[in-house]
């Protein structure tokens, strides 16, 4: 009996191969050159990646009030590193190595000048860097201060001598002005690419800034001449009072690393009672017992806090600098008005 005959096992593996290249090459015959993008297992496109934002510009600013300006007209274009954070006291502050590395890293470094950031130099030389350094003070009238006879340093500087110069040329906001216009200008040239969006940005702050300078001048100007005095814990607010035509008096001079002596606290605080002064204000920075010292001894009441030096972390009446100046303006105005305390 002859029995049919059944292919061997190697016959058919050849034969199974054979066909799944078939399947193979048809699946490969598909219309060509049809521009289809690239598909997922279900025969859907897959999204292409968005490009990249561009990397932001890295500067460093010496303090808070500077740092707000600098992110206001930076907007999303700046990455600002901030060297003296929120209610803290540049005139005491001592630089680290962390703070020189921060420094290092940037491509653009902004500091207010006129002696206030009296480190700076010391900081820049240890960091190695070698960009620009903005001064953005440049262009202000600058205030000369008279010195101090009776107050003393403490046992070290820190390198705060600011010599007849008074630092705190922000606190007139028509020099705020001239700040934003440096720090728009030294961005644009840092990155001109964005040009457009800094010069938009200073130029929308720099409004805001004239229409609160415009109602500090109607709001105080309707104040007495001689009603007109304040007393703070340090000389902080000299263009202040220059620009709203007011006097500002202060047991210690334009830094908070001195000591005001016995004498200075008691002539002043004869003059307090002598003039009837109302308004005297602590500063968010400041160690408020000398001024609590000086409202016992003179009588008088402590009115509230000014900002002076510094923004504040948390404090809501100075998270910014417009915030911080709107609030200046009206406590001294409301200190100096007929129901104000002492009155």
């Not at 907007?75 to 962390?98: I, K, M, N, Q, Y």
């Not at 007393?231 to 000591?259: K, W």
Request: glycine share 10%; proline share 6%; hydrophobic share 40%.
């Amino acid at each position: 009996m002859v029995h049919p005959s059944f292919p061997s096992s190697c016959t058919r593996r050849r034969g199974l191969i054979g066909g799944l290249a078939g399947l193979l090459l048809l699946a490969g015959c598909g219309p060509a050159g049809d521009g289809a993008r690239p598909g997922d297992a279900a025969g859907k496109p897959v999204a292409e990646a968005a490009p990249a934002a561009p990397p932001k510009l890295p500067v460093v600013v010496t303090f808070t009030i500077l740092a707000d300006m600098v992110a206001t007209v930076g907007g999303d274009r700046v990455e600002v590193a901030t060297l003296v954070g929120p209610d803290s006291d540049a005139h005491v502050f001592s630089p680290t190595p962390a703070a020189a590395k921060t420094i290092a890293a940037a491509k653009v470094v902004f500091v207010n000048g006129l002696g206030f950031e009296g480190w700076m130099d010391k900081l820049i030389a240890a960091s190695g860097y070698k960009g620009p350094l903005v001064v953005a003070s440049d262009g202000v009238e600058v205030l000369k201060v008279k010195p101090q006879p009776h107050s003393h340093r403490h046992g070290h500087s820190h390198g705060h001598d600011h010599g007849e110069v008074d630092p705190h040329a922000w606190q007139s906001l028509s020099n705020a002005r001239r700040y934003v216009a440096n720090i728009a200008d030294a961005l644009a040239a840092a990155d001109p690419a964005h040009e457009a969006g800094y010069r938009a940005r200073a130029k929308a702050y720099d409004e805001r800034l004239a229409q609160l300078d415009e109602k500090a001048r109607a709001r105080l100007g309707a104040i007495p001449a001689s009603e007109r005095r304040v007393i703070v814990g340090h000389d902080a607010f000299g263009y202040f009072a220059r620009a709203y035509g007011l006097t500002f008096l202060s047991p210690r001079g334009v830094s908070t690393d001195s000591e005001a002596s016995a004498k200075d606290v008691a002539q002043l605080a004869r003059q307090i009672r002598s003039q009837r002064i109302r308004a005297v204000f602590v500063e968010n920075i400041s160690d408020p017992r000398l001024v609590e010292q000086l409202a016992r001894e003179s009588g008088a009441r402590v009115g509230g806090t000014l900002f002076s030096d510094a923004l504040s972390a948390k404090d809501k009446r100075a998270l910014t600098y417009i915030d911080m100046m709107s609030h200046n303006i009206e406590e001294v105005a409301k200190a100096l008005a007929p129901s104000g305390p002492g009155s």
